[in-house]
């Protein structure tokens, strides 16, 4: 078949794919070669791989894949398709384990993907959060109604740097990008700015485990 060409559900699928998902080549015990994507989830997300993701590899690779809940309260989809496999690949997706997730050229090149690209990226490696504080190491967190938007991902600097740009670029004040080891962490802490993210960029993936709109923003 012909590759599609790449566009904003790809987009939105390629930064998923970047954060919860990766890409296998391997033979079985009887000597089968076999390509591969899977995506790992939690468990309140299935309806986004049944209504979205499934729906993506459906209509651009003409393939259904197999979504499952598994016994650790995660939704998993396969997909063993080599052309889908290979549009992937030759957008700059790792094979195997990703150590550090480096920004597919072609996204950074077209704005027009710039917030899909993100909202995947939120969705697998996103989360928001009630601001807590604690007075000493070992003191029981005490919460307030404040929220925090977060990004939080194994990737080199300038893939963090680019999705901050992204922010910037729609008006969205971010604070400073921080790294503990080989993950970048970047944080929205004013709570206009996070209601602003919702509303620009959507989420699809609503994994926080507060409703948002209980607060004044």
């Not at 070992?138 to 740009?165: E, R």
């Not at 790294?179 to 699809?204: A, C, M, S, V």
């Amino acid at each position: 078949m012909k590759a599609p060409k790449i566009n904003p559900d790809l987009a939105e699928v390629t930064g998923l794919l970047l954060g919860d998902g990766c890409l296998s080549h391997y033979y079985t015990s009887n000597g089968v070669e076999r390509f591969e994507i899977a995506f790992t989830g939690y468990f309140r997300e299935k309806e986004y791989y049944e209504k979205f993701v499934k729906k993506v590899f459906q209509k651009y690779f003409q393939v259904n894949g197999y979504l499952r809940l598994r016994n650790d309260n995660s939704v998993r989809y396969h997909v063993k398709h080599i052309d889908s496999f290979k549009f992937f690949k030759e957008l700059g997706v790792k094979v195997g384990e990703k150590k550090i997730v480096r920004l597919p050229g072609i996204i950074k090149s077209n704005p027009n993907l710039w917030v899909p690209f993100v909202r995947g990226i939120f969705d697998a490696e996103g989360s928001i959060y009630r601001r807590y504080s604690k007075k000493y190491k070992g003191h029981t967190k005490t919460y307030n109604n404040l929220l925090v938007a977060q990004i939080k991902m194994n990737c080199s600097l300038s893939f963090m740097s680019f999705i901050k740009s992204v922010l910037n670029k729609y008006h969205i004040k971010s604070n400073k990008i921080t790294q503990i080891g080989p993950t970048q962490i970047l944080r929205i802490t004013h709570q206009k700015e996070i209601l602003k993210f919702l509303k620009i960029f959507n989420p699809k993936v609503k994994n926080a485990p507060l409703d948002t709109r209980r607060y004044t923003l």
